[in-house]
């Protein structure tokens, strides 16, 4: 899906990252662009509250494998959640056309059952007129 940029609006965001001030300019919302800096903080804190003696480059070094790991799975699972969403279209297309076929079945069923009901009746008829 592509971003026609006429259609949105750029903004510039003052965040820091780990006692880093940045400028982040982007097209997205300034709440969006401050939960991932407050997202990135919350990681790379739990990082050094591991191992407060790491360089702050180390941290932020093991932050971004982290976060690269974390972005790999959701998309492996996002590959997996869309190939299923495939295979259950492609099953709910095969229940429906197996429902189709039940349908006209039924219907034609019911119909041969009304035709018998009727001869049947006729028979009756017949049988108590020469009764």
């Given at each position: 899906?592509?971003?026609?940029k006429r259609?949105?609006?750029?903004?510039?965001?003052?965040?820091?990252i780990?006692?880093?001030?940045?400028?982040?300019?982007?097209?997205?919302?300034?709440?969006?662009?401050?939960?991932?800096?407050?997202?990135?903080n919350?990681?790379?804190?739990d990082?050094q509250?591991?191992?407060?003696?790491?360089?702050k480059?180390?941290?932020?070094?093991?932050?971004?494998?982290?976060?690269?790991?974390?972005?790999?799975?959701?998309?492996?699972?996002?590959?997996?959640?869309e190939?299923?969403?495939?295979?259950l279209?492609?099953e709910?297309?095969?229940?429906?056309k197996?429902?189709?076929k039940?349908?006209?079945?039924?219907?034609?069923?019911?119909?041969?059952a009304?035709?018998?009901?009727?001869e049947y009746?006729?028979?009756?008829?017949?049988?108590?007129?020469e009764?």
């Amino acid at each position: 899906m592509s971003i026609d940029k006429r259609d949105t609006k750029r903004v510039t965001v003052d965040v820091s990252i780990f006692g880093e001030n940045l400028i982040i300019s982007g097209q997205s919302s300034v709440n969006y662009i401050e939960a991932v800096s407050d997202y990135v903080n919350e990681k790379l804190g739990d990082i050094q509250s591991n191992y407060p003696r790491m360089s702050k480059f180390k941290i932020m070094a093991l932050g971004a494998m982290n976060l690269a790991d974390e972005l790999n799975k959701a998309n492996q699972l996002n590959e997996r959640l869309e190939a299923e969403i495939i295979q259950l279209r492609k099953e709910k297309d095969e229940l429906r056309k197996e429902n189709e076929k039940v349908q006209n079945a039924l219907v034609e069923s019911e119909s041969k059952a009304q035709h018998y009901q009727k001869e049947y009746e006729e028979l009756e008829l017949l049988l108590e007129d020469e009764g």
